[in-house]
């Protein structure tokens, strides 16, 4: 079985976390992924405090195993949300989008584990010197809010300037992937899009079954003018912003446009008002299954995959 410093760290069976995707990563899919062995993360996106408290209530009505929580630092909420999970004693905290600096005693404090996304080696070094635990490492090949490196690039640069544990993000979706991490120097996985195909994530069935018959080709990038660039799904709405975003069409009105979108696309599937956020690993999630069946069978691909690799070395 792969173990790594991961597991000891937060008491998980494998060294798999399930990506804080907003409006989709709700507390029964978290739990469903603890119960499976991995970190089970709880996103609060752009929700307020107390939804974020009551997803927490969920996923320990349904798991004893330690679950995570995702902060988005660019929403309004984040500083109702960084006290919630205190108030909750949430053992995990990832965060995105942003800077968790302010954050940080105040969680370290608490005696929480705080596990930031970096998309750069600065970021990687500033985070070890505050106190992070482990590093998530995520590459631009992933779904949602991106850097511009990819994880092939940016994992060794990361595990290089950094001594704590890092996880590997972006463009994994099996266990060649997860293999691919640890001969990076990676100690562990998130992963996002895969999980969009498990019967707990309770996206729109307009959206699972996007994700299901996806091509190679079947993501882009926008959002890049306004300095956050996103990727999702090639869709009508995607295109649309696109155009408008190279169209000359005002900043405040760009950003207008994509209010509520991903909203729209996980509750009602509507390819022509909804953002469908996704990596470009979609092409490789080919079916339904539950999130445990997702964890195990990852890590039981990638376990051969690294005890053969000496045949490669003569």
């Known amino acids: 079985m792969v173990k790594s410093t991961i597991c000891e760290l937060l008491g998980i069976e494998y060294p798999v976390f399930q990506g804080g995707m907003a409006w989709i990563a709700d507390g029964k899919l978290a739990a469903a992924v603890s119960n ?157 899009t895969r999980f969009l195909s498990a019967y707990e994530c309770t996206i729109h069935p307009v959206y699972k079954q996007k994700i299901l018959k996806a091509g190679d080709l079947c993501t882009m990038v926008t959002g890049k003018r306004l300095g956050h660039p996103v990727r999702s799904l090639r869709t009508q709405f995607a295109r649309a912003y696109s155009k408008a975003e190279y169209g000359g069409m005002p900043a405040a009105e760009l950003e207008q446009l994509g209010v509520g979108a991903l909203r729209r696309a996980v509750q009602d599937g509507g390819s022509e008002t909804g953002c469908f956020l996704s ?13 445990a069946e997702i964890v195990r069978e990852v890590m039981e691909e990638a376990e051969p995959l690294l005890l053969g690799a000496a045949k490669w070395v003569k």
């Open 36 to 192: 499976g062995g991995g970190l089970g993360i709880i996103a609060a996106g752009n929700a307020p405090g107390e939804y974020v408290r009551q997803q927490i209530r969920i996923a320990r009505g349904i798991t004893a195993k330690p679950i995570g929580v995702n902060i988005m630092l660019m929403s309004p909420y984040a500083d109702e949300v960084a006290q919630v999970v205190v108030e909750e004693r949430v053992p995990v905290v990832t965060t995105g989008a942003g800077n968790p600096a302010k954050y940080m005693q105040q969680w370290l404090a608490a005696g929480i584990r705080v596990i930031p996304v970096v998309a750069s080696v600065a970021m990687a070094k500033l985070m070890t010197r505050l106190g992070a635990s482990a590093l998530i490492a995520e590459g631009g090949e992933s779904g949602g809010h991106v850097g511009e490196l990819t994880t092939m690039v940016l994992v060794p640069q990361v595990c290089d300037a950094t001594s704590l544990p890092v996880l590997a993000a972006g463009g994994i979706a099996d266990g060649r992937g997860v293999a691919a991490a640890f001969m990076l120097g990676a100690q562990g996985v998130q992963m996002g």
């Open 279 to 291: 990596g470009q690993i979609a092409a490789m999630v080919k079916k339904e299954q539950s999130a």
